[in-house]
Nanobody, 126 residues
């Protein structure tokens, strides 16, 4: 498992942008698929996006496709989530997650996650 630390959350108006970062001190993060999940008040945590360990395979939830972009910089052992055209319904606590196994794919389910970050709050006002 790896230790993950998110940053970059904040409050923005609808239509604005934020970039979340997920950093790890261990270079072994580069061997894991990493994803982002979010949990809005009163709702279950949901999958947002994932990126393979090499960066060549990317997937998005339909709710964020075309607005959010996931990327990774393995030299910095950091994964990013660029969020554009934010909507009030994007308001949630955003979590970074790493796969259970090295060289895996990280599915959309919480059961696929081996390590979680502490979360970073994103609030979008109308």
């Amino acid at each position: 498992q790896v230790q993950l630390v998110e940053s970059g959350g904040g409050s923005v108006q609808a239509g604005g942008s934020l970039r979340l970062s997920c950093a790890a001190s261990q270079r072994t993060l580069n061997l894991y698929a990493v994803g982002w999940f979010r949990q809005a008040p009163g709702k279950e945590r949901e999958f947002i996006s994932r990126i393979s360990y090499g960066g060549g395979e990317i997937e998005y939830a339909d709710s964020v496709k075309g607005r959010f972009t996931i990327s990774r910089d393995n030299a910095k052992t950091t994964v990013y989530l660029q969020m554009n055209s934010l909507k009030p319904e994007d308001t949630a606590l955003y979590y970074c997650a790493a796969d259970k196994t090295r060289y895996g794919r990280l599915g959309r389910l919480e059961a696929d996650v081996g390590s979680w970050g502490q979360g970073t709050q994103v609030t979008v006002s109308s």
